[in-house]
């Protein structure tokens, strides 16, 4: 059972650079979220998109871009990376968007 | 590896407290946290604890954390049916983040 698997676990990235996060889910969910996670200020929603083919805003979307790229895949990217975009980086799935969410290991960006 | 371990459900009348508790192995934990699942987009974070604390009350809410024992609680204290909700416990140290697999809170009038 691999869930809700992210790659990459750890990537360090120059201002500026850019780079894709991965995500893929095998539980057949049609919801898919990204978060980032800093220290003590919890989990914040990056993107989300509630099922294939829509992709929506969260609470903090500026500076990334998401493609859903089929039911499985939904990918994160910054497009030219700044050092406030150091953070973890979550994703998670749920059958739909009342439904219990899982998550992924979560990948570590350091920014310098 | 470690982990974090919660109840699935929990069933409770309005007007009573509800507690919910969790398990956790990481002795490098330094926050723990609860999250609120509600339908919608994402997590609502609740409230957190820093590990060297044993008690956090906020309104409705308290946290208790026995780091000895590696148990998290969190009471409700005047359970509503707006609480009726999934709640995520995490934990994370300097490195990671690890979730629980989240309790189902079903309030009853």
């Known amino acids: 059972n691999a869930g809700v698997t992210q790659t990459p676990k750890f990537q360090v990235l120059k201002t500026g650079q850019s780079m894709t996060l991965q995500c893929a889910q095998d539980?057949?969910?049609?919801?898919m979220y990204w978060y980032r996670q800093d220290p003590g200020m919890g989990l914040r929603l990056i993107y989300y998109s509630a099922s294939e083919g829509t992709t929506d805003k969260g609470e903090v979307p500026n500076g990334y871009n998401v493609s859903r790229l089929n039911k499985r895949e939904f990918s994160l990217r910054l497009e030219s990376a700044a050092p406030s975009q150091t953070s973890v980086y979550f994703c998670?799935?749920?059958?739909?968007?009342?439904?219990?969410?899982?998550f992924g290991q979560g990948t570590r960006l350091t920014v310098v | 590896g470690e982990d974090v371990e919660q109840s699935l459900f929990l069933s409770v009348r309005e007007g009573d407290s509800s507690v919910i508790n969790c398990t956790y192995t990481?002795?490098?934990?330094?926050?723990l946290y609860w999250y609120k699942q509600e339908p919608g987009a994402g997590l609502q974070l609740l409230t957190y604890i820093f590990s060297n604390m044993d008690m956090k009350q906020d309104q409705r809410l308290t946290v208790l954390l026995n780091k000895k024992d590696k148990h998290l609680s969190l009471r409700i204290a005047d359970t509503q049916t707006g609480d009726s909700a999934i709640y995520f416990c995490?934990?994370?140290?300097?490195?990671?983040?690890?979730f629980g697999a989240g309790t189902r809170l079903t309030v009853k009038p």
């Open positions: 990481d002795s490098s934990s330094t926050y």
């Open positions: 998670a799935s749920s059958v739909g968007q009342d439904s219990k969410a899982f």
């Open positions: 539980m057949n969910h049609n919801s």
């Open positions: 995490a934990e994370s140290n300097n490195n990671d983040m690890r």
